[in-house]
């Protein structure tokens, strides 16, 4: 798929990521530890052969989860996955295996959500996955998504391969049993996801600048409304360029284009329900001031 990618530094394999949004990969903490200490920098590969810069942002490793900013991001084409709540005997692949030699993983959901303590010490919630293939070490394939092969559901990202469970009857191998982070998880852990932040860029508290970051800013700028795309398909951007074009129409679909999003969101648990309608308001009313704006210039 578009939206897995092997991370590298140097000469060094790190292991699996995924795109998560449009200006960041999401990989397990633990694969970012054989990096050059004080060198943040890696080298981002798509499965077509595209490599982009990086550099880890973030890391938090007692929930074994880690982020990394695309240096480069409008050379990455708009394959965010569309994530999803897994269901109990869901079906369910691997995009990532450690090398040609070595099998794609597969399987079913156990159990979609439950509490699980880390390596790292953290808990965090996480889908607990039977995989068909016993190989006894699954080490290498963390950082891979978990996508649904469900028959009749829609392809979607379940969460994010962290850690393997030991076989109790022999602790030299381990039991075809995998952890995976929820994708709930990553919105809940990191800023850059959360309905807070969101809602500052929507206010024009702060804008969304080339890299992923955010800067604070006095007003929503245009060309800037929709690019608050995070954990879903990717939202149409406004430019500069369609701005002068179409004037309030874009303004107008990009709001529509948000208010749908929100809406999915909600209805997957993904942002609290209760922020909903406080959010759908902040969306209303800067699209009515920047088409205002547009309308008077």
Same mark, same amino acid.
């Given at each position: 798929?578009?939206?897995?990618?092997?991370?590298?530094?140097?000469?060094?394999?790190?292991?699996?990521?995924?795109?998560?949004?449009?200006?960041? %990969?999401?990989?397990?903490?633990?694969?970012?530890?054989?990096?050059?200490?004080?060198?943040?920098?890696?080298?981002?590969?798509?499965?077509?052969?595209?490599?982009?810069?990086?550099?880890?942002?973030?890391?938090?490793?007692? /929930?074994?989860?880690?982020?990394?900013?695309?240096?480069?991001?409008?050379? %990455?084409?708009?394959?965010?996955?569309?994530?999803?709540?897994?269901?109990?005997?869901?079906?369910?692949?691997?995009?990532?295996?450690?090398?040609?030699?070595?099998? $794609?993983?597969?399987?079913?959901?156990?159990?979609?959500?439950?509490?699980?303590? @880390?390596?790292?010490?953290?808990?965090?919630?996480?889908?607990?996955?039977?995989?068909?293939?016993?190989?006894?070490?699954?080490?290498?394939?963390?950082?891979?998504?978990?996508?649904?092969?469900?028959?009749?559901?829609?392809?979607?990202?379940?969460?994010?391969?962290?850690?393997?469970?030991?076989? $109790?009857?022999?602790?030299?191998?381990?039991?075809?049993?995998?952890?995976?982070?929820?994708?709930?998880?990553?919105? %809940?852990?990191? /800023?850059?996801?959360?309905?807070?932040?969101?809602?500052? *860029?929507?206010?024009?508290?702060?804008?969304?600048?080339?890299?992923?970051?955010?800067?604070?800013? @006095?007003?929503?700028?245009?060309?800037?409304?929709?690019? %608050?795309?995070? /954990?879903?398909?990717?939202?149409?951007?406004?430019?500069? @360029?369609?701005?002068? $074009? @179409?004037? *309030?129409?874009?303004?107008?679909?990009?709001?529509?284009?948000?208010?749908?999003?929100?809406?999915?969101?909600?209805?997957?648990?993904?942002?609290?329900?209760?922020?909903?309608?406080?959010?759908?308001?902040?969306?209303?009313?800067?699209?009515?001031?920047?088409?205002?704006?547009?309308?008077?210039?």
């Amino acid at each position: 798929m578009d939206y897995a990618v092997d991370l590298r530094q140097g000469g060094t394999a790190l292991g699996a990521g995924f795109l998560i949004a449009p200006c960041y %990969v999401l990989t397990a903490e633990h694969c970012l530890r054989a990096m050059t200490a004080g060198d943040d920098h890696v080298l981002v590969l798509f499965d077509n052969e595209l490599t982009v810069e990086g550099r880890v942002c973030q890391r938090d490793g007692s /929930a074994d989860l880690a982020l990394v900013q695309l240096l480069e991001p409008e050379l %990455v084409p708009p394959t965010v996955p569309f994530p999803d709540l897994a269901k109990p005997g869901d079906l369910w692949h691997g995009l990532y295996r450690p090398s040609h030699n070595d099998p $794609r993983l597969s399987g079913h959901v156990n159990l979609p959500s439950m509490w699980y303590d @880390t390596e790292g010490g953290g808990r965090i919630e996480a889908v607990q996955l039977l995989t068909e293939q016993e190989l006894g070490d699954y080490s290498g394939y963390s950082g891979s998504p978990v996508e649904r092969t469900t028959p009749d559901r829609e392809l979607a990202v379940l969460g994010m391969l962290i850690e393997q469970y030991p076989d $109790r009857a022999d602790p030299s191998r381990s039991a075809n049993v995998l952890f995976a982070a929820t994708i709930r998880e990553v919105l %809940v852990r990191f /800023a850059q996801f959360r309905t807070e932040h969101l809602l500052r *860029v929507l206010e024009g508290r702060e804008e969304i600048v080339p890299g992923g970051g955010t800067v604070a800013a @006095t007003e929503l700028h245009a060309g800037r409304a929709a690019a %608050v795309g995070v /954990a879903g398909r990717a939202l149409p951007v406004l430019t500069a @360029t369609d701005s002068a $074009r @179409t004037g *309030v129409e874009v303004f107008l679909a990009t709001g529509d284009a948000l208010l749908a999003r929100l809406n999915a969101w909600s209805a997957q648990d993904l942002i609290d329900p209760s922020h909903l309608s406080e959010l759908q308001v902040h969306v209303a009313k800067s699209v009515i001031d920047l088409a205002l704006r547009k309308d008077a210039g």
